[in-house]
């Protein structure tokens, strides 16, 4: 593997992975002001 192709590889998987992190954050505070607002 050259090193521009693992370069691009590492930012594809930061990417995603930062991707990732900001919808859970997300999709637990939707979940939680949905549970708060059954209460």
């Given at each position: 593997m050259?090193?521009?192709a693992n370069a691009?590889?590492?930012t594809a998987?930061?990417?995603a992975?930062?991707?990732v992190?900001?919808?859970v954050?997300?999709?637990a505070d939707k979940m939680?002001?949905?549970i708060s607002r059954k209460r």
């Open positions: 050259t090193n521009a691009l590889l590492w998987l930061y990417f992975l930062s991707f992190a900001i919808f954050v997300w999709f939680r002001s949905n």
